[in-house]
């Protein structure tokens, strides 16, 4: 009866144990280094409604410790989607690619100007892109800075990631004038965000010029850094504007483009800010589009848009500057550029009181 005990026991422990010893024994997908080629860099760009990534590859050796053009490879893919192209590259590749180690994802102008969404959704549902991950912008094709550029594009690597991080600390950290992210808490596309743009000078260069600001996931516009702290500007994308006219019903979209802060006095503290845009008459100008009025009637609706604009920002401002809300981010510019002028202790009082001049310059086009 003993024995029939203990057995019956054993009966229940051993598939435990064996359960347990399953658990216990490693990684069984486990990847061996000189298995893998690590994914360090992928520029993705759009021509003809198709996307061409290049994928620049560290093929780890056994027997060398540093990255020498021997093993650091340059390979392109080409689809309708990016998960296409790098499905290509994948089957060519010599070894399983790995891509939790991407440190810079390049974009092309042409990426930029089509669907920054799109192109970047691949990565976005690998869980590729997080936020050690940086984003330039290159004008041009980004392809060529990993094609044409090898060397460079090899070496300096950490140098341009070094250069974002420069920049950031030469604003005290102030992502007013550079969001090295392109991520949202949700995983989803900021409605406006600000991509470092990235020039390559002759091949012996890299530097970072301002950047692009990207509004509802396509390019809005290239600005340099004076014009960087105002992008928040742009957040509320474009207004559509009726106005009625001797020649009908004229409907205009004033299509926000970039805003600079600049200091007009120190004493007392003066605030200017000049805000650019582009006026797009939809419709209501077959009555008048060839005529010899065309340019009165354009002037005249030019002026009128910039005054309603105007005078609807400084409404908001001054609202604003009642509630003690910083709705332009004019306060986070004072902070990162001019911290000596800032009253830390006395900022609500400071901000309701500064006065603010605002000036509009816009540019027309017929749709």
Same mark, same amino acid.
């Given at each position: 009866?003993?024995?029939?005990?203990?057995?019956?026991?054993?009966?229940?422990?051993?598939?435990?144990?064996?359960?347990?010893l399953?658990?216990?024994?490693?990684?069984?997908?486990?990847?061996?280094?000189?298995?893998?080629?690590?994914?360090?860099?992928?520029?993705?760009d759009?021509?003809d409604?198709?996307?061409?990534?290049?994928?620049q590859?560290?093929?780890?050796?056994?027997?060398?410790?540093?990255?020498?053009? @021997?093993?650091?490879?340059?390979?392109?893919?080409?689809?309708?989607?990016?998960?296409?192209?790098?499905?290509?590259?994948?089957?060519?590749?010599?070894?399983?690619?790995?891509?939790?180690?991407?440190?810079?994802?390049?974009?092309?102008?042409?990426?930029?100007? +089509?669907?920054?969404?799109?192109?970047?959704?691949?990565l976005?549902?690998?869980?590729?892109?997080?936020?050690?991950?940086?984003?330039?912008?290159?004008?041009?094709?980004?392809?060529?800075?990993?094609?044409?550029?090898?060397?460079?594009?090899?070496?300096?690597?950490?140098?341009?990631?070094?250069?974002?991080?420069?920049?950031?600390?030469?604003? +005290?950290?102030?992502?007013?004038?550079?969001?090295?992210?392109?991520?949202?808490? +949700?995983?989803?596309?900021?409605?406006?965000?600000?991509?470092? $743009?990235?020039?390559?000078?002759?091949?012996?260069?890299?530097?970072?010029?301002?950047?692009?600001?990207?509004?509802?996931?396509?390019?809005?516009?290239?600005? @340099?850094?004076?014009?960087?702290?105002?992008?928040?500007?742009?957040?509320?994308?474009?207004?559509?504007?009726?106005?009625?006219?001797?020649?009908?019903?004229?409907?205009?979209?004033?299509?926000?483009?970039?805003?600079?802060?600049?200091?007009?006095?120190?004493?007392?503290?003066?605030?200017?800010?000049?805000?650019?845009?582009?006026?797009?008459?939809?419709?209501g100008?077959?009555?008048?589009?060839?005529?010899?009025?065309?340019?009165?009637?354009? $002037?005249?609706?030019?002026?009128?848009?910039?005054?309603?604009?105007?005078? +609807?920002?400084?409404?908001?401002?001054?609202q604003?500057?009642?509630d003690?809300?910083?709705?332009?981010?004019?306060?986070?510019?004072?902070?990162?550029? $001019?911290?000596?002028?800032? $009253?830390?202790?006395?900022?609500?009082?400071?901000?309701?009181?500064?006065?603010?001049?605002?000036?509009?310059?816009?540019?027309?086009?017929?749709?």
């Open positions: 009866m003993k024995f029939w005990l203990e057995y019956g026991t054993w009966i229940r422990v051993v598939p435990l144990l064996v359960m347990t399953l658990f216990c024994s490693g990684c069984w997908d486990k990847k061996e280094l000189n298995q893998l080629a690590l994914a360090q860099v992928i520029a993705i759009y021509k409604s198709q996307y061409q990534t290049a994928l590859l560290i093929i780890p050796s056994a027997d060398k410790e540093t990255v020498t053009s @021997d093993n650091l490879w340059t390979m392109t893919g080409t689809g309708t989607s990016v998960g296409e192209t790098m499905q290509q590259i994948a089957l060519a590749a010599p070894r399983e690619i790995y891509l939790d180690h991407l440190d810079l994802v390049i974009l092309g102008d042409g990426v930029l100007r +089509h669907d920054v969404g799109q192109a970047l959704d691949y976005l549902k690998e869980n590729v892109l997080r936020r050690r991950t940086r984003l330039l912008a290159i004008e041009g094709d980004a392809g060529k800075l990993l094609s044409d550029s090898a060397e460079l594009a090899k070496m300096d690597i950490f140098y341009m990631d070094n250069l974002l991080k420069d920049q950031r600390r030469r604003v +005290h950290s102030s992502d007013a004038i550079v969001n090295a992210y392109f991520l949202s808490a +949700h995983n989803g596309l900021a409605e406006t965000i600000v991509i470092p $743009h990235l020039v390559l000078e002759e091949k012996k260069e890299l530097r970072l010029e301002g950047a692009a600001l990207v509004r509802d996931g396509a390019l809005a516009d290239w600005v @340099d850094k004076d014009w960087l702290s105002g992008y928040y500007w742009t957040v509320g994308g474009s207004e559509i504007v009726t106005l009625p006219d001797e020649y009908g019903q004229i409907v205009v979209e004033l299509d926000k483009k970039k805003c600079k802060w600049e200091i007009q006095s120190e004493e007392p503290l003066q605030i200017k800010a000049t805000l650019r845009a582009v006026i797009k008459i939809i419709s100008y077959d009555s008048w589009r060839d005529s010899a009025e065309a340019e009165k009637v354009i $002037h005249s609706i030019q002026t009128r848009v910039e005054e309603q604009a105007l005078e +609807h920002i400084r409404d908001t401002f001054q604003a500057q009642k003690g809300t910083d709705v332009f981010h004019m306060g986070r510019w004072l902070y990162a550029w $001019h911290p000596e002028l800032v $009253h830390a202790d006395k900022w609500p009082e400071q901000f309701a009181a500064m006065p603010v001049v605002f000036e509009i310059n816009t540019s027309i086009e017929i749709q």
